[in-house]
């Protein structure tokens, strides 16, 4: 897997983790915002991809971020969840008082910050896996390394 983490002024603000994910917006971005490639920051998120602790508390400050309010309650609320525990985007909800489930799914969607803000930990309430920018296959598999039992596809 191809990671690639720009910082803007020392703090992590964008983060790209798959190959058929870098497109020309993302060039766009990068360049509009004179953001630069961050070669240490790209090697912690690989360790974190393998299992391995890392503390991203430091790199990044969520008021740098282009986002909306909204995504920012999201993402505040998705920073709660620890590591080896899984939130639903209902106890999302509940938690910045909003009913819109779909829009927290597109918030996290959107997330500049995947890994760091771990929308991998968020499920459906059925327990089971939705969708990941990444695929799903690779939310399992971050889930695995934090310590989640799966029977089926689902968390037990």
Same mark, same amino acid.
């Given at each position: 897997?191809?990671?690639?983490?720009?910082?803007?002024?020392?703090?992590?603000?964008?983060?790209?983790?798959?190959?058929?994910?870098?497109?020309? %917006? #993302?060039?766009?971005?990068?360049?509009?915002?004179n953001?630069?490639? $961050? *070669? =240490?920051?790209?090697?912690? &998120?690989?360790?974190?991809?393998?299992?391995?602790?890392?503390?991203?508390?430091?790199?990044f400050?969520?008021?740098?971020?282009?986002?909306?309010?909204?995504?920012?309650?999201?993402?505040?609320?998705?920073?709660?969840?620890?590591?080896?525990?899984?939130?639903t985007?209902?106890?999302?909800?509940?938690? %910045? #008082?909003?009913?819109?489930?779909?829009?927290i799914?597109?918030?996290? $969607? *959107? =997330?500049?910050?995947?890994? &760091?803000?771990?929308?991998?930990r968020?499920?459906?309430?059925?327990?089971?896996?939705?969708?990941?920018?990444?695929?799903?296959?690779?939310?399992?598999?971050?889930?695995?390394?934090?310590?989640?039992?799966?029977?089926?596809?689902?968390?037990?």
């Amino acid at each position: 897997m191809d990671v690639k983490a720009y910082i803007n002024k020392d703090r992590l603000a964008q983060l790209i983790y798959f190959e058929n994910e870098f497109s020309e %917006i #993302n060039i766009n971005y990068i360049k509009k915002h004179n953001l630069i490639e $961050s *070669k =240490n920051l790209e090697k912690l &998120i690989k360790k974190f991809i393998n299992g391995e602790n890392v503390n991203f508390q430091n790199c990044f400050d969520l008021n740098t971020l282009p986002i909306t309010s909204f995504q920012r309650k999201v993402y505040i609320e998705t920073l709660k969840i620890p590591k080896g525990k899984t939130r639903t985007y209902k106890e999302i909800g509940n938690s %910045i #008082n909003s009913q819109a489930y779909q829009a927290i799914g597109g918030a996290l $969607s *959107k =997330n500049p910050l995947p890994f &760091i803000i771990p929308c991998h930990r968020v499920i459906g309430s059925n327990n089971q896996l939705t969708g990941y920018r990444g695929g799903l296959k690779l939310k399992k598999q971050l889930l695995l390394n934090e310590g989640i039992k799966f029977r089926n596809d689902k968390i037990i």
